[in-house]
């Protein structure tokens, strides 16, 4: 749980603070790819990351642990980053276009990579949300948030995979990868470098994961040649979902290693780099998932949601 005040209000105003021309509406830029002769924080940028203006997380806080009582409290240091994905204000990810998409795929590997050099940082999720309701910026961007701990969805799934590799001595998502393509009733998409499919046990209708084929924990490591493949590929994943779906929203769930070098016990994770295999999750329209007493309810079977994605993509 994270105890923090109500931050300020977003300012209202009629320009939005993302588009090129209003960088000083936002903080000062951590990152950015630009045009050759373009200046930090002025137009002409591809790619721009930077802090959150009302952050959860902040990496100028020291990193204090404590115990109240039987409790445990530690001070929220860490960071809340935002990546604006286009300078174009109308990009949807499915007009994006392979080549930003690439840009913004790299973004992230940049940012795992310069976050991870801090070894109070354990973990750091990435995710892009698209139709949030509500929302007060229709500007294209990720956000990235990292953290003094593992983030609970993680954790569990990294236990869960040690766990299989100790009894199996087989990573879990190569199973799945095995498996999947066996049946293929689930199977949307196989590329050179990525499997795309509606898990077994779905919890929400076209649940979606992209599993790299070649077994690796960590996101950084991905190829230049395989960033090109899976840019190519989600850009005929958010057509389809455009085209063929009725434009829902998603949200997309980079999950990839926690921050190896960071001030843990590392016997916990002695096994990652063989038990654990990065992959992409998108939920659509997740402000509709349904559970009953903790168990998912889904609508469409995932092997209906895999064929109807299937067959949409093919025409």
Known sequence: ??????????????????CPGNEASTPPEIAA???????????????????????????EWDLVREGVGMYDKITPRGASELII???????????MGPDQLERVLWMYRDRLEDLKRDPKIRDILITRRYGKPGSRISHPYSRVT??????DDLRRELRESREYYQYKRRCLFCDILRQEQADDDRVVRLTPFFLVV??????????TWILPRQHS??????????????????????????ARLG????ELTLHT?????????????????DDYHWHLEIVVQPERATRVGGIAVNEVPPEEAAHRLREAWRT
């Open 1 to 18: 749980m994270l105890v923090r005040p109500r931050g300020g209000a977003e300012p209202a105003g009629a320009e939005c603070p993302f």
């Open 198 to 207: 509606v898990p077994y046990a779905a919890c929400a209708p076209f649940e």
């Open 33 to 59: 790819y630009r045009k050759e002769g373009s200046a930090p924080n002025s137009p002409g940028w591809q790619v721009r990351v930077i802090p959150e203006a009302d952050p959860y997380f902040r990496v």
């Open 146 to 151: 990292a953290i003094p701990v593992i983030f």
């Open 85 to 95: 994905e286009s300078p174009s204000h109308e990009d949807t990810p499915a007009g």
């Open 247 to 250: 434009n829902p929203s998603f």
């Open 257 to 273: 290693a926690p921050n190896l070098g960071a001030k843990i016990l590392q016997d916990e994770w002695a096994t990652i780099a």
């Open 217 to 242: 924990c960590a996101y950084e490591t991905l190829s230049p040649e395989a960033a090109a493949d899976l840019a190519r590929l989600l850009s005929g994943y958010f057509g389809v979902l455009a």
